[in-house]
T-cell receptor, first 116, second 115 residues
Framework: AQSVTQLGSHVSVSEGALVLLRCNYS??????LFWYVQYPNQGLQLLLK??????LVKGINGFEAEFKKSETSFHLTKPSAHMSDAAEYFC??????????????FGKGTLLTVNP | DTEVTQTPKHLVMGMTNKKSLKCEQH?????MYWYKQKAKKPPELMFV???????INESVPSRFSPECPNSSLLNLHLHALQPEDSALYLC??????????????FGEGSRLTVL
């Protein structure tokens, strides 16, 4: 069974500081990994995805994530936080086993707060 | 702007009411999903329609009844709900069906309150 662990339910950074949101996964097969962002009272928007191509994945809004198989990690980073980055971030995994790649398993989410 | 449109954005209903949530996408996607999200929690999968057929039901109570009239529309019929069913209901779609390897596109959700 696949699972995702997001370390830290709440991360607070200053505007302009580095953003690092941690995600570790567990999957018996090579996974597909995603980061989604959810702004208050809105749906989820895809930030970036890893689907076994390049291990360093660039997404929207200046975010990127690196797939590290040896560490089973897929941490999300952004060099300089902006006030508009304040939101809930979800890491998700889909293992695609048996072709059943429909089901995303979400982490519990990390709330990012950006302080002026 | 989201390409998955959900209506209504807010719904308040009593436990004896019958109501429906609607979802529409015009991206030509072949799979559509209903997720339930409680406050401060991740989304939980409820149903998956693939090529207009109900493919996955994650043991959802029968008071929730999904319907897919065509490839662009997805409904969730609600009847005799309980207060604990109050949540944000998210619709999503994906280009492929159950073999999807790409992303899910989410709507903004319908916030349901059951009194």
């Amino acid at each position: 069974a696949q699972s995702v662990t997001q370390l830290g339910s709440h991360v607070s950074v200053s505007e302009g500081a580095l953003v690092l949101l941690r995600c570790n996964y567990s999957s018996s097969v090579p996974p597909y990994l995603f980061w989604y962002v959810q702004y208050p009272n809105q749906g989820l928007q895809l930030l970036l995805k890893y689907t076994s191509a390049a291990t360093l994945v660039k997404g929207i809004n200046g975010f990127e994530a690196e797939f590290k198989k040896s560490e089973t990690s897929f941490h999300l980073t952004k060099p300089s936080a902006h006030m508009s980055d304040a939101a809930e971030y979800f890491c998700a995994v889909s293992d695609g086993s048996g072709g059943s790649n429909y089901k995303l398993t979400f982490g519990k989410g990390t709330l990012l707060t950006v302080n002026p | 702007d989201t390409e998955v449109t959900q209506t209504p954005k807010h719904l308040v209903m009593g436990m004896t009411n019958k109501k429906s949530l609607k979802c529409e996408q015009h991206m030509g996607h072949r799979a559509m999903y209903w997720y339930k999200q409680k406050a401060k929690k991740p989304p939980e999968l409820m149903f998956v329609y693939s090529y207009e057929k109900l493919s996955i039901n994650e043991s959802v109570p029968s008071r929730f009844s999904p319907e897919c009239p065509n490839s662009s529309l997805l409904n969730l019929h609600l009847h005799a709900l309980q207060p604990e069913d109050s949540a944000l209901y998210l619709c999503a779609s994906s280009q492929e069906g159950l073999t999807n390897t790409g992303e899910l596109f989410f709507g903004e959700g319908s916030r349901l309150t059951v009194l």
